[in-house]
């Protein structure tokens, strides 16, 4: 991970996002921060790398902070390998993620005799996946058993639980990131 830290990091895609899920135009926001339209575009375009002082100004239009934006950024690079033999070293010996840094997807992989004992429970989406060995997932008051091959699909909300219930268990789980909100679109008018 050592270079990644380095990488510029792009923060248009973050404050687009942002600016969309408050349902906020590029002109309320440059009234609210005193920054002009076309400033703001190519902020969101990320054809213009803001000062810390102008990327308050945008955070405060948003009600949000400069460091939850840098926070949502993009890495510069759209390609990342997560390499097996480079487990992540602040993680369990028994989880990595798959994914670095603050994307719109996250996944992680637990392996060996995992037991998360706590019931858990995700604002987003996520989907289970048993590459090896099997699981037996509570969720919503029933139990259910997945072999290798097995799916599950939560939706955001769902109170879990999860073990593995054979030694060598491999489980992918992939989710909406948590920083990202998941909207639900009812029928269009």
Request: glycine fraction near 6%; include cysteine.
């Amino acid at each position: 991970m050592g270079d990644h830290k380095d990488q510029h990091l792009r923060v248009g895609a973050a404050v687009r996002r942002r600016r969309r899920s408050l349902e906020l135009t590029l002109a309320v926001v440059s009234e609210r921060s005193g920054l002009s339209v076309p400033f703001l575009s190519q902020i969101e375009n990320d054809r213009a790398r803001p000062s810390q002082s102008s990327l308050e100004k945008v955070a405060d239009a948003l009600r949000t902070t400069a460091v939850e934006l840098l926070a949502a950024a993009d890495p510069a690079c759209s390609v990342d390998v997560v390499r097996a033999e480079d487990p992540d070293p602040e993680l369990a010996p028994k989880m990595r993620s798959l994914v670095r840094g603050h994307h719109q997807m996250h996944a992680s992989e637990f392996t060996g005799d995992h037991d998360v004992g706590r019931e858990l429970q995700h604002r987003n989406d996520q989907l289970m996946f048993v590459t090896e060995g099997a699981v037996e997932i509570e969720a919503e008051g029933r139990a259910y058993r997945l072999g290798r091959g097995d799916t599950l699909y939560l939706t955001g909300g769902v109170r879990h639980r999860w073990r593995a219930t054979v030694p060598d268990t491999r489980l992918i789980v992939v989710a909406v990131a948590e920083h990202i909100e998941a909207v639900r679109e009812g029928p269009r008018r």
